[in-house]
């Protein structure tokens, strides 16, 4: 059973900069590939990006491309998002999730999952 807490979420303006991280508890953190999804109010989770167990491999989601960063260390067992240029379209409550195999976008293919930390941008 792998464990991840988020952290780093908050309100921030429209322009402005976060990075979430996500630790998990498993001491084989590098056997999991991760990713961050989203979810607002009313709508679907959504992809943002995954990185897979070296960190050699990422994607991400059209709408993030070039402002949102996926990256990991293993060392620290710790996956991160860092977010800039941050809209108010990018209002949600963040998740990461883990699984061995390298899943992709599709958020069903993902075991194990966080308890989300909220992002707010203001416009």
């Known amino acids: 059973q792998v464990q991840l807490v988020e952290s780093g979420g908050g309100l921030v303006q429209a322009g402005g900069s976060l990075r979430l991280s996500c630790a998990a508890s498993?001491?084989?953190?590098?056997?999991?590939?991760m990713g961050w999804f989203r979810q607002a109010p009313g709508k679907e989770r959504e992809f943002v990006a995954t990185i897979s167990w070296s960190g050699g491999s990422t994607y991400s989601a059209d709408s993030v491309e070039g402002r949102f960063t996926i990256s990991r260390d293993n060392a620290k067992n710790t996956v991160y998002l860092q977010m800039n240029s941050l809209k108010p379209e990018d209002t949600a409550v963040y998740y990461c999730?883990?699984?061995?195999?390298?899943?992709?976008?599709?958020?069903?293919?993902?075991?194990?999952w966080g308890q989300g930390t909220q992002v707010t941008v203001s416009s």
């Open positions: 999730a883990a699984d061995r195999h390298y899943s992709g976008s599709n958020w069903r293919n993902y075991r194990y």
């Open positions: 498993e001491r084989t953190f590098s056997n999991y590939a």
